[in-house]
Each structure stands twice: as structure tokens, then as C-alpha cells.
């Protein structure tokens, strides 16, 4: 009978565990720091463990590294860009002066990881060094650099990186040759408090001994403290919430580190004890690239001001940029600064004078400023070439020709491009003659090359729509809208698609129909509700059309508007 009483009792206690347990909730989040929050816990428990190791040697230690960089994910990433390989010559030459003064004289090397969500660094044991391209984009000045670079040095030269592989061979019970196979998040993650703060002191000692001022630490800490007050305020909007794809990194480097004012607080101190001067810190040389991707990044969102903005900030610190300077063209082009934006083009042209899409923009944005006198503009331009490529050179030339009023130049490439004199080159020809055709209001010639072309490449879906827009023209909206339908849409719809198949639909009074294509278009590409920019590049029945749309968009939300206040 003692026994049943003791079982019922072990029953009800367990009955009343499961109670509890599904009684109490866990707040805890999805995410990439729920990784680094479960190594930091890790490693505090560690240094816990009364673990006492034979140091190993030095040429081990080397070894072990080298092993664990070369079979990483980081070793196989794609070869980078330009900018790539300019940020991690700087990072190299930066992290190199360091480690001079490093009390280890071991193989310091140092990697750059061009990924804009890894707002992190990290070292391994033996010398690698690596930092990423969300952490780098954080920061203004040289000094800052160095201080994060001295702390990844400073974890190695006072074997943290050494012991953090001996702890793991004994917690996971695994012979030290086979420890490669360790996870990198081990060492992603932070030390113990006393070894980072230890890495503080000594990663900043290094940088100062190096020339650097000590501000570029506090300055780190301090934005590594408003990211995390951000990343606590659980951003609510859309763009708020892709920033956080790289805040989370920082949830977990927050996590596992020292509270940033500590941080802030023990810098000051030795600044004040060891009397060390705080002059001006060194610009960061390669800033531009980040804020050229900062640029591009408001380019895409439509954020055209902005993008005109930062890259102006990008090109005030290395002035002959290609890509900034077309950044900045496509941003004024969007807001039909055309003219601004002729210039900027043109100035990308003297970094790279053979870039098809740049001359075909440049041509376009002389067009929209001066249709007269831009063919006067592109000849002169042209004049100043070292060489000319008349494959890339002759399509905009004659149709600038054509908006100038003389037709021959075009007519002669059309007849080129029609009898394969310039091979695969044709078909683009006759599409880019077309363009120029349409914008001329020469529609009949526009119809003829664009047909054409689409003979020659009927998976081309360009081809297609500008065929649709002389279509429309014309008024022959069944063939406009066979047309539109014919270019294959899996892989997503362009706002030029949506537009044009609005203003087909809005002309064959279908009204709701083409409302929704409308406001599809404007969402993608903002310039449609320019009229200016439209003016510019499409007929005049395109633009009343539009300016109709305009119209009862606004008369529509007026209504919603007038409903919600009713209710």
C-alpha cells in the first residue's frame, strides 16, 4: 500500500511540473542571436569549469588556425569585386602595422568579409584575423578600425583564441588535432567579461602605440551602444525591419559582451592614467565604398534625393568613381534633372568611355535636357574618345541625329542592322533605332524596326513593349495588348510592363483594370508620377493618359478617405 501511495505521489508531482511548466511563457525570439546567446552562455559556463591546460606551443596553435581559416565557409566564398579586394588590401595594411607592436610574433593575417548583414569580428587562434562588411560600414575614421582589429589581435596575442579550443576539446571530448571541425561561431561569439575587457585595454594600447588616437574605441563602443538601443526598440517598419537582419548580430554580440558604457568607462580611465594624447583621427580611405553601397541602397528603394545625396558624400572623398557617378546620374535622371544628370553620366564616361549601357544613358538624359542640341553634345563627347567602338557609339549618335532632324544617320544603321553587316549586333540595333524612332514621333518607322527586331530575338521582351507603346500610339490596342502579353513574365513584371498595359487598358475603358496596373507601376518605378520625367521619354497621349490616372487615383482615395472618416 506504501508503494501506491509513493507512486501517486511521484504522479502528482509530475502532473504538477507539466502544469507549471505550460503555464509559464518564454519570450524568447527567432533569430541569428539565438546562436551567439547560446555560445556566450557556453563560454560563461566554461570559464567556470576548474579546466587547467598544458599551454600548447605556439607552432601547434599556427597550425590549428590555418586549418580551421582554410576549411571555413569564409575560405570558398566567390572572388569579390574591386572594392572588395581595395577593402581588404586596407584592412591588411591597417591590421599588419598593428601586430607589429603585438607582443606574439606570429603569422598575423588579416580577411575582410564582404557581407553587409556581418556587423562582427572575430579572430581565430594562430593569427586570422577577420572582420565584415556591416561592421565596417559602421564606422568614419581609420582609429576605429584599429581599435576593433587591435581587440581580434589582442584575443590571440593573450591566448584567449588558444584556450577557447582547449576548453572545447574537453568539453566535447574530442582529440585536439581533430578540434578544425569546430563550428566558427566559437569564436564569433565573445570571451569571458575579464578577457574582454582585457582585450579592450590591450586592443587599444596596440592601436595607440601604432599612432592611432584612443577615441576610435569609445567612438566604436558608442555605436555599437545606439545599435543595440535601436535593435531593443524592435523596429517597426519595413525598412527597419531588413536593418534588422543585421541587428540581431549585434543582440548576440551584446549578449556575450561587457555593457558598452563599462567599455567606454575603462578606455577614459587609461586615457587619464597613462596620459595618452587624443588628437584628430585619420579618415577611413576606403569610406567611399560604403557610402557608394549606401547609395545604391537608396537608388533601389526609390529614395532618389537621398541616393543623390550620399552619393555626392561618396564622390566629395574619391571624386572619380564610375559606379557613384552613375548612381548619382540614374537619382537626378529620376527626379528629371536631366541635364544634372547628363553631366554626372559623362563624368563616368571619362572612368570607363566603353560601358554600352552608360553611353546609351548619357545619349538619353542629353535628349530629355535639349532634344535639339543634344546630338551637338554627344559629337563633341565623342571627339574626345582615344578610340571609337562604332557598335556601341552608332545607335545613339543616330537617333540623336534623328531628334535633331536629320534622318540619314538612322536610316543607314537600320539598313546595317537588317542586313547582318554587324552580326549579333543587329537585333539590338534595330531595338535601340526603334526607341529612337518612337521618341522622334516617326511611328511607323518605330513599328517597322521594332518588328524587326523582335523577329530576329522574339524572347526579347524590351522589344515587345516598345512595339506596345508605338501600338498605343496608334490606337491599335488589341495588338498593344497581344504584345505585352507575349514577353514571358516568370521572372516578375516590369513597372514599364505595368504602365503600358495600364494606358491600353484606361484607353479601352476598363477602367479598374488598369488602376491596378497603375498603381503597380507607380509603386515600382516612382518617375510615373513625374510628369516631367513621362514628358520626356513617352508620346503625349501617354502623358494625358497618365495625368487621367493621376487623377482618379486621387479621386479614389478621396472617397476611401471621406468612408473611414464617416465610421
Same mark, same amino acid.
Given at each position: 500500500?506504501?508503494?501506491?501511495?509513493?507512486?501517486?505521489?511521484?504522479?502528482?508531482?509530475?502532473?504538477?511540473?507539466?502544469?507549471?511548466?505550460?503555464?509559464?511563457?518564454?519570450?524568447?525570439?527567432?533569430?541569428?542571436?539565438? #546562436?551567439?546567446?547560446?555560445?556566450?552562455?557556453?563560454?560563461?559556463?566554461?570559464?567556470?569549469?576548474?579546466?587547467?591546460?598544458?599551454?600548447?606551443?605556439?607552432?601547434?596553435?599556427?597550425?590549428?588556425?590555418?586549418?580551421?581559416?582554410?576549411?571555413?565557409?569564409?575560405?570558398?566564398?566567390?572572388?569579390?569585386?574591386?572594392?572588395?579586394?581595395?577593402?581588404?588590401?586596407?584592412?591588411?595594411?591597417?591590421?599588419? /602595422?598593428?601586430?607589429?607592436?603585438?607582443?606574439?610574433?606570429? @603569422?598575423?593575417?588579416? +580577411?575582410?568579409?564582404?557581407?553587409?548583414?556581418?556587423?562582427?569580428?572575430?579572430?581565430?587562434?594562430?593569427?586570422?584575423?577577420?572582420?565584415?562588411?556591416?561592421?565596417?560600414?559602421?564606422?568614419?575614421?581609420?582609429?576605429?578600425?584599429?581599435?576593433?582589429?587591435?581587440?581580434?589581435?589582442?584575443?590571440? &596575442?593573450?591566448? +584567449?583564441?588558444?584556450?577557447?579550443?582547449?576548453?572545447?576539446?574537453?568539453? !566535447?571530448?574530442? @582529440?585536439?588535432? $581533430?578540434?578544425?571541425?569546430?563550428?566558427?561561431?566559437?569564436?564569433?561569439?565573445?570571451?569571458?567579461?575579464?578577457?574582454?575587457?582585457?582585450?579592450?585595454?590591450?586592443?587599444?594600447?596596440?592601436?595607440?602605440?601604432?599612432?592611432?588616437?584612443?577615441?576610435?574605441?569609445?567612438?566604436?563602443?558608442?555605436?555599437?551602444? !545606439?545599435?543595440?538601443?535601436?535593435?531593443?526598440?524592435?523596429?517597426?517598419?519595413?525598412? /527597419?525591419?531588413?536593418? !534588422?537582419?543585421?541587428?540581431?548580430?549585434?543582440?548576440?554580440?551584446?549578449?556575450?559582451?561587457?555593457?558598452?558604457?563599462?567599455?567606454?568607462?575603462?578606455?577614459?580611465?587609461?586615457?587619464?592614467?597613462?596620459?595618452?594624447?587624443?588628437?584628430?583621427?585619420?579618415?577611413?580611405?576606403?569610406?567611399?565604398?560604403?557610402? =557608394?553601397?549606401?547609395?545604391?541602397?537608396?537608388?533601389?528603394? +526609390?529614395?532618389?534625393?537621398?541616393?543623390?545625396?550620399?552619393?555626392?558624400?561618396?564622390?566629395?572623398?574619391?571624386?572619380?568613381?564610375?559606379?557613384?557617378?552613375?548612381?548619382?546620374?540614374?537619382?537626378?535622371?529620376?527626379?528629371?534633372?536631366?541635364?544634372?544628370?547628363? $553631366?554626372?553620366?559623362?563624368? $563616368?564616361?571619362?572612368?570607363?568611355?566603353?560601358?554600352?549601357?552608360?553611353?546609351?544613358?548619357?545619349?538619353?538624359?542629353?535628349?530629355?535636357?535639349?532634344?535639339?542640341?543634344?546630338?551637338?553634345?554627344?559629337?563633341?563627347?565623342?571627339? =574626345?574618345? @582615344? &578610340?571609337?567602338?562604332?557598335?556601341?557609339? =552608332?545607335?545613339?549618335?543616330?537617333?540623336?541625329?534623328?531628334?535633331?532632324?536629320?534622318?540619314?544617320?538612322?536610316?543607314?544603321?537600320?539598313?546595317?542592322?537588317?542586313?547582318?553587316? #554587324?552580326?549579333?549586333?543587329?537585333?539590338?540595333?534595330?531595338?535601340?533605332?526603334?526607341?529612337?524612332?518612337?521618341?522622334?514621333?516617326?511611328?511607323?518607322?518605330?513599328?517597322?524596326?521594332?518588328?524587326?527586331?523582335?523577329?530576329?530575338?522574339?524572347?526579347?521582351?524590351?522589344?515587345?513593349?516598345?512595339? $506596345?507603346?508605338?501600338?498605343?500610339?496608334? !490606337?491599335?490596342?488589341?495588338?498593344?495588348?497581344?504584345? #505585352?502579353?507575349?514577353?514571358?513574365?516568370?521572372?516578375?513584371?516590369?513597372?514599364?510592363?505595368?504602365?503600358?498595359?495600364?494606358?491600353?487598358?484606361?484607353?479601352?475603358?476598363?477602367?479598374?483594370?488598369?488602376?491596378?496596373?497603375?498603381?503597380?507601376?507607380?509603386?515600382?518605378?516612382?518617375?510615373?508620377?513625374?510628369?516631367?520625367?513621362?514628358?520626356?521619354?513617352?508620346?503625349?497621349?501617354?502623358?494625358?493618359?497618365?495625368?487621367?490616372? /493621376?487623377?482618379?487615383?486621387?479621386?479614389?482615395?478621396?472617397?476611401?478617405?471621406?468612408?473611414?472618416?464617416?465610421?
Amino acid at each position: 500500500m506504501k508503494r501506491w501511495i509513493a507512486l501517486a505521489g511521484i504522479v502528482l508531482l509530475g502532473v504538477g511540473a507539466i502544469v507549471l511548466s505550460e503555464r509559464r511563457k518564454v519570450d524568447a525570439q527567432a533569430g541569428a542571436d539565438a #546562436i551567439l546567446h547560446l555560445i556566450g552562455d557556453t563560454e560563461r559556463e566554461l570559464t567556470r569549469m576548474p579546466a587547467h591546460f598544458t599551454r600548447m606551443s605556439d607552432d601547434e596553435e599556427i597550425r590549428i588556425g590555418d586549418q580551421m581559416a582554410r576549411f571555413s565557409a569564409y575560405s570558398h566564398a566567390p572572388e569579390g569585386t574591386p572594392e572588395d579586394k581595395l577593402v581588404q588590401d586596407y584592412v591588411t595594411r591597417v591590421g599588419s /602595422q598593428l601586430a607589429t607592436h603585438a607582443h606574439r610574433r606570429l @603569422p598575423y593575417q588579416f +580577411h575582410y568579409l564582404p557581407q553587409k548583414y556581418f556587423v562582427n569580428a572575430f579572430a581565430l587562434p594562430g593569427g586570422h584575423v577577420y572582420i565584415g562588411e556591416g561592421l565596417l560600414e559602421l564606422m568614419d575614421s581609420e582609429d576605429e578600425l584599429a581599435a576593433v582589429l587591435g581587440h581580434e589581435i589582442e584575443h590571440i &596575442d593573450h591566448y +584567449h583564441c588558444a584556450e577557447r579550443v582547449q576548453q572545447e576539446e574537453a568539453l !566535447r571530448k574530442i @582529440p585536439l588535432g $581533430a578540434v578544425v571541425a569546430l563550428p566558427i561561431h566559437v569564436f564569433e561569439a565573445g570571451y569571458s567579461k575579464d578577457q574582454e575587457l582585457e582585450a579592450d585595454r590591450e586592443g587599444t594600447r596596440l592601436a595607440v602605440e601604432a599612432g592611432y588616437s584612443p577615441n576610435g574605441a569609445i567612438r566604436m563602443f558608442e555605436t555599437f551602444q !545606439r545599435l543595440y538601443e535601436e535593435y531593443e526598440t524592435h523596429a517597426r517598419t519595413p525598412e /527597419q525591419e531588413l536593418s !534588422r537582419v543585421a541587428q540581431q548580430t549585434l543582440g548576440g554580440y551584446f549578449r556575450s559582451h561587457p555593457p558598452a558604457q563599462e567599455r567606454i568607462a575603462q578606455i577614459r580611465q587609461m586615457i587619464a592614467s597613462e596620459g595618452w594624447r587624443v588628437h584628430p583621427e585619420r579618415d577611413l580611405e576606403v569610406g567611399f565604398v560604403f557610402w =557608394t553601397s549606401r547609395a545604391e541602397d537608396a537608388l533601389n528603394a +526609390h529614395k532618389y534625393p537621398e541616393a543623390q545625396q550620399i552619393a555626392l558624400r561618396s564622390l566629395q572623398l574619391r571624386p572619380r568613381q564610375e559606379h557613384a557617378l552613375w548612381i548619382l546620374g540614374r537619382a537626378q535622371f529620376a527626379q528629371a534633372d536631366f541635364a544634372e544628370a547628363a $553631366a554626372s553620366f559623362r563624368k $563616368a564616361l571619362e572612368v570607363d568611355h566603353a560601358d554600352a549601357q552608360l553611353i546609351n544613358e548619357y545619349a538619353l538624359a542629353l535628349a530629355a535636357a535639349n532634344r535639339r542640341e543634344a546630338a551637338a553634345a554627344f559629337r563633341n563627347w565623342m571627339d =574626345t574618345l @582615344p &578610340d571609337k567602338d562604332d557598335v556601341k557609339l =552608332t545607335p545613339p549618335a543616330a537617333g540623336l541625329a534623328l531628334l535633331a532632324g536629320d534622318a540619314g544617320p538612322v536610316q543607314s544603321a537600320a539598313a546595317a542592322a537588317r542586313n547582318h553587316i #554587324i552580326d549579333e549586333w543587329g537585333p539590338q540595333w534595330l531595338g535601340e533605332l526603334g526607341g529612337w524612332y518612337y521618341m522622334a514621333g516617326d511611328y511607323a518607322a518605330a513599328l517597322e524596326v521594332l518588328n524587326d527586331a523582335i523577329q530576329q530575338r522574339p524572347d526579347e521582351g524590351r522589344y515587345s513593349i516598345a512595339r $506596345a507603346w508605338v501600338q498605343i500610339q496608334n !490606337r491599335t490596342l488589341d495588338d498593344a495588348r497581344h504584345s #505585352i502579353r507575349s514577353v514571358d513574365t516568370s521572372r516578375g513584371v516590369s513597372a514599364d510592363y505595368s504602365m503600358a498595359l495600364a494606358v491600353t487598358l484606361w484607353l479601352a475603358n476598363e477602367r479598374d483594370a488598369a488602376m491596378g496596373n497603375y498603381l503597380q507601376a507607380a509603386l515600382t518605378q516612382p518617375e510615373w508620377k513625374n510628369p516631367r520625367w513621362v514628358g520626356a521619354l513617352y508620346s503625349p497621349l501617354v502623358v494625358g493618359t497618365v495625368q487621367q490616372m /493621376q487623377v482618379e487615383e486621387a479621386r479614389r482615395e478621396k472617397i476611401v478617405a471621406e468612408r473611414a472618416s464617416k465610421k
